[in-house]
């Protein structure tokens, strides 16, 4: 494992203050506000954490309930030098679902609303997409050194050590250029380093990992860059399908069918390297062009 998975566990893994309550930190980084997957993967530690316990905490009760889907919606900018507090409500324990809403609070004011669904597994109908074709990740480039040639313009921003492997299988044009080209980009990821085996753990990896590039899709056919503009999610929706681990490759296929009234919406799935399709995304931002002097 690398020191910054070993850091992004770390984070993840939250403080019970009280019960139904969590505290988080952020990562000591030169941040202006907190990274959208940070809360919503902590989000969804919280709810997690008093899904399979025992009334009190302890052992699970009854079968293993795995996260199947949450929404939430960034309410205002996360404060990277403070706490983040989790409050959990417990909205519904049922025989098949388990339903749980998150409120993160900094500053006494909510930044951030989730909730999510937890199911027991059972059989049922299958079918899926196929996944498109894609270059082997070995064979790609990391993101650091696609963007190597970009330091000058982008700073630290590409040394920086990331918990997260990425492999855009093109260069990820939001950064290094401004012809406008279509709103589609796949990038392998996965976590850098191998990971116990703790389904919920996995989830949030990938929850982190999500709202890493999709809402740059939708500058592409803009032609809008790294410098150009200026973005934010608004809110974010995740199914998780089938098992998977977020230490294997898994293929991210992303697009925006629309961008209007200074918003952009992106959609994603997400495959396994044996082209299993486990999560499918939803993801809105706002995009504003940076105000000239």
Sequence with gaps: MTAALDDLITLLDLEPIEVNMFRGLSPDEDRQRVFGGQVAGQALVAAGRTVNEAAGGGEPEGPYRAVHSLHAYFLRPGDPNIPILYE???????????TRRVVAIQHGRAIFNLSASFKVSEEGVS?????????????????????APFADQIGGWTDRPRPI????VDAPLRVVGATPRPPRQLV???ADGSLPDDPLLHACIVAYAS??????TTMFPHGMTFNGSSMASLDHAMWFHRPFRADDWLLYDQYSPT??????????TIYTREGHLVVSVVQEGLIRAARRP
């Excluded at 498109?132 to 993101?143: G, I, K, V, Y």
């Excluded at 709202?211 to 740059?216: E, N």
């Design 127 to 147: 079918h899926q997409s196929s996944m498109p074709d894609a270059a082997d990740p070995e064979a790609l480039p990391t993101l650091q050194a696609r963007m």
């Design 165 to 168: 492997d990425l492999r855009p």
């Design 188 to 190: 392998w990821f996965r």
């Design 88 to 98: 959990v409500d417990r909205l519904r324990d049922g025989r098949s679902f388990t």
């Design 259 to 268: 961008a209007a009234d200074a918003r952009g919406l992106a959609v994603g």
């Design 211 to 216: 709202d890493m590039t999709l809402l740059d």
